[in-house]
């Protein structure tokens, strides 16, 4: 059997996954093992803006299981597309001073859910070229 270099080190990485529960399309859960700490990562696609209140209601639901079955002490990435627009207000710990555009529903959403669980929403901690915001700006 012939291993390439990229094989070996996958296989090496798989080793150290701890788990990944989820019951959902939308959100998948891998944890790491590293050190000195173990890493989490929560990737996450959220419903559409034409979704019901209800499919959403059930979404953040199912981000606080994954989010629960994590210890306290993990290294938690939450990797998002949370279709929300968070605005340019700088909100502490939450929002950094380079958000942009106004926000909406999903975004007031998105920021009450961050400061209950203690995220910060990182890519508005540093200004992004204008090229990596076209997708964050209102439709003209």
């Keep these: 059997m012939h291993l390439t270099y990229m094989s070996v080190l996958l296989i090496w990485l798989l080793r150290g996954v701890l788990g990944a529960p989820s019951d959902t399309d939308r959100i998948v859960v891998a944890k790491l093992v590293a050190k000195p700490l173990n890493l989490a990562i929560i990737q996450v696609y959220a419903p ?6 209800v499919e959403v209601e059930k979404f953040y639901e199912e981000i606080g299981k994954a989010k629960d079955y994590l210890k306290s002490h993990d290294t938690i990435i939450v990797m998002v597309d949370f279709n929300a627009k968070i605005g340019d207000e700088r909100i ?19 920021i009450k859910w961050c400061q209950i669980n203690g995220f910060t929403i990182t890519n508005t901690c540093y200004q992004n070229h204008p090229v990596a915001t076209v997708d964050l700006e209102e439709p003209r």
């Design 48 to 53: 559409t803006s034409d979704s019901e209140e």
């Design 92 to 110: 502490e710990d939450v929002v950094g001073p380079s958000g942009i555009g106004n926000i909406n529903e999903r975004g007031s959403r998105l």
